[in-house]
């Protein structure tokens, strides 16, 4: 099994759409990375597991589940890098290969100390860009093969027909 541990607020401010999102309402920016997660998920097979540091905010660790996507936030005075090293250390065993998404070069190189594989936000962006490129061509191909009318009809008899609904 493959998981991707995503250092949240990282990639938000190293995806140029995010950092948008993220100027205007942070809130909105952790949803989009959420969601495109989601479909990473749903494409790749990976479990994938969104960290957002609380460093320095009052209250206990959340966790909470969307799109099948986890998402926690960490716990007061511990950061999002703390919590992928230590996710990455309970996570890992022989069947499982760990990978972590962040650009902080420190982090990348604490996550390599435990046998995890590192992505630069800039490789996951490369690698989302060509996983919703896939996504379309397959919706596409879906859409393609479905016939226009669950009855067959001709051509010309499938434009008389348009053409009346058209006149009401």
Do not use: C
């Amino acid at each position: 099994m493959d998981i991707l541990l995503v250092d949240g607020y990282n990639i938000i401010g190293a995806w140029p759409d995010l950092v948008e999102f993220k100027n205007k309402d942070l809130a909105a920016a952790r949803d989009v990375l959420v969601e495109k997660m989601a479909e990473y998920q749903a494409f790749t097979g990976y479990r994938v597991i969104i960290v957002f540091d609380a460093y320095g905010v009052q209250g206990i660790e959340k966790k909470y589940k969307n799109y099948q996507v986890e998402v926690i936030f960490t716990k007061e005075n511990e950061t999002a890098d703390e919590r992928i090293e230590r996710l990455a250390i309970d996570l890992s065993n022989r069947k499982t290969q760990i990978h972590v998404a962040t650009s902080d070069y420190t982090e990348q190189w604490a996550i390599f100390g435990q046998g995890a594989l590192r992505k630069s936000a800039r490789e996951l962006l490369i690698e989302m860009d060509l996983i919703e490129k896939g996504i379309e061509k397959k919706v596409k191909k879906i859409e393609e093969k479905r016939p226009l009318s669950k009855i067959p009809l001709s051509k010309e008899l499938a434009e008389i027909f348009e053409k009346w609904r058209r006149e009401r």
